[in-house]
């Protein structure tokens, strides 16, 4: 007989049949059959399935979690509604979380059209901007506890053994689920959320302010590390009076950067200067935009780093023209259909670079939020109710979003 382990604990000892402990009330020792070669670790996801825990519910949870909540549910491309849904039970390795506040990312529109060429689960229940509390967690969960204060983010588990995951490029992991997009996400009250991914906030942090940094903040502060520039240099960021953008201006200028917004409207200027934009150049108004953005450089050479956060292609096909020889134009926005354009000769002789980046990793999420808990940025939002989604996507549509739309679940 073995000795009993501490809590939910798998033997790695037996090959072709594994033991599982549960300590609690239902505690007891099972044998499974494990079709693992010896000495591997297998999946939370094998477990999920097969554990006893899912068949006994041995959990933590706070006392009182109802049966129903509000949520947005896209059932058909294009359409939301609010409705009343059964609360979801979380697995051996996640967490339910009543999610607070919520904020809308264009990726939220992208996923609600359907527009983009990667499976979306329908009915979905949107969101990856997701900040709340903790109330139940699987019996796997070590990271967090009952009432702790977390983010859900896009990245919603991945299976940490890939050759990406390894290298801590989660965000390339062939098997990661998308909240709101593979799984439900953030647009409910509460939120089924894979435990190692979550971002942890410390117990003063303000939830509604902080729900943009889970995606907008992420994503636009990994953007610039890629850009590869440096304190003292320029760069352009396109897009700038958007979500991801009054955000990034901010990191921007906390890297020490000098920022050239590009955006449309004078509204969005005056926001973005505000925010720490040293020059704004309107798409709109602007006759020869590549000419503008070189001479907003001291040299006239243009931005050593372009960060496209716009959901249009058109920024896509003209960064390569100002961007400075040896810069780096790093792609974010994901217009749909949309190329990018590069003429080779210049590519080749100018020494231009062009990536994509894509979210971030759970360092990266550390690192953006230190950011935000220290005071460097702070996202312009506004708070709506969850029932009033569909006006932001209508605002989204025609651009007319400063910065980002936070949502109180609670109206
Ligand atoms: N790569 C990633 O990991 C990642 C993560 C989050 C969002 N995104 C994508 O980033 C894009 C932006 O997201 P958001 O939430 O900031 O959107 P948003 O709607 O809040 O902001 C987009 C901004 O782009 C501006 N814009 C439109 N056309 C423009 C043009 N021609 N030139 C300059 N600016 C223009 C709009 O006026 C708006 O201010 C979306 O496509 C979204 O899906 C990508
Ligand atoms: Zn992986
Ligand atoms: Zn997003």
């Known amino acids: 007989m073995l000795p009993s382990p501490p809590s939910c604990v798998v ?8 033991q599982v402990t549960c300590r609690g009330s239902l505690s007891r020792l099972v044998h499974i059959p494990i079709q693992q070669p010896k000495g591997r670790f297998y999946s939370s996801r094998y477990l999920h399935r097969t554990h006893p825990c899912t068949r006994f519910g041995i959990m933590s949870k706070a006392a009182d979690i109802p049966k129903e909540q509000w949520a947005q549910v896209t059932e058909k491309d294009g359409v939301i509604t609010y409705k009343k849904i059964p609360v979801p039970t979380p697995g051996h390795d996640e967490v339910l979380v009543n999610i607070k506040y919520s904020g809308v ?24 901007e997701g ?10 969960v070590t990271n967090v506890d009952i009432g702790d204060k977390v983010g859900v983010k896009w990245l919603m588990s991945t299976c940490f053994h890939c050759t990406f995951c390894q290298q801590a490029l989660e965000s390339l992991c062939p098997k990661a689920q998308l909240s709101g997009y593979t799984k439900d996400g953030t647009f409910q009250q509460y939120c089924v959320a894979n435990a190692a991914h979550l ?10 302010a902080v729900a943009p940094i889970m995606c907008a903040g992420l994503t636009v502060y990994k953007g610039l590390k890629e850009s590869d520039t440096r304190p003292g240099q320029y760069v352009a960021i396109v897009g700038a009076g958007g979500g991801l953008g009054t955000i990034g201006i901010q990191y921007a200028h906390a890297m020490g ?29 602007s006759k020869d935009l590549v000419a503008d953005v070189k001479k907003a450089t001291h040299d006239g050479l243009g931005p050593q780093g372009v960060v496209l956060l716009a959901p249009q292609e058109q920024p896509f096909q003209q960064a390569t023209g100002y961007v400075r020889s040896h810069g780096t134009v790093v792609c974010i926005g994901m217009p749909a259909g ?52 569909q006006s932001v996507f209508d605002e989204m549509r ?9 949502m109180d679940m609670s109206k």
């Open 11 to 18: 033997s790695k000892r037996v090959v072709f049949l594994s």
């Open 105 to 128: 990312c264009h990726t939220d529109l992208h996923a609600l059209d359907n527009d983009w060429p990667l499976p979306r689960k329908t009915p979905v229940i949107g969101g990856h």
């Open 131 to 140: 900040a709340g509390v903790v109330v139940q967690k699987g019996e796997l």
């Open 199 to 208: 971002a942890r906030f410390p117990p003063q942090t303000d939830l509604s």
């Open 257 to 285: 950067l000098n920022v050239i917004a590009i955006d449309g409207g004078k509204e969005k200027g005056e926001a973005c200067k505000k925010l720490g934009a040293s020059m704004y150049i309107d798409f709109k108004e």
């Open 338 to 389: 949309a190329k990018v354009s590069m003429p080779v000769f210049d590519t080749v002789v100018r020494m231009i670079k062009v990536k994509g980046s894509y979210v971030g990793n759970r360092e990266d999420t550390a690192e953006a939020l230190d950011f935000f808990l220290r005071g460097k940025v702070h996202a312009p939002y506004k708070v709506i109710g969850l029932s009033q989604l």
């Open 398 to 406: 025609a651009n007319r979003v400063i910065g980002r739309y936070v």
